[in-house]
């Protein structure tokens, strides 16, 4: 029984350290590519969001933000996108 404890701690040590490791996640969305960085490695800003538009913004990023917007999405789009940018960030649904 020690084997099977010390192989699950092992698989367990291994697959926090693969997470902490793992590199951003890309996904397409209305024609563009966004990047959306590791979960430990996201802007601290993201703790003080106190929404879901500030959130997916800081996520994202400046450029990458800006590339979306200039798509002219709409509110129900917007549910769409951050529902996707959460997936990504292994988050899951985003609750819209």
Request: no cysteine.
């Amino acid at each position: 029984m020690a084997a099977t404890a010390n192989q699950a701690a092992s698989a367990k040590t291994a697959a926090k350290k693969a997470e902490a490791e793992a590199g951003p996640t890309t996904f397409e969305h209305r024609g563009i590519t966004f990047q959306v960085p590791n979960a430990l490695d996201m802007p601290l800003e993201l703790l003080e969001a106190e929404d879901e538009l500030t959130a997916v913004r800081l996520i994202v990023g400046d450029e990458q933000w800006a590339a979306y917007k200039a798509t002219r999405p709409t509110i129900r789009e917007f549910g769409e996108f951050a529902d996707l940018v959460a997936k990504a960030s292994g988050q899951g649904d985003s609750g819209n």
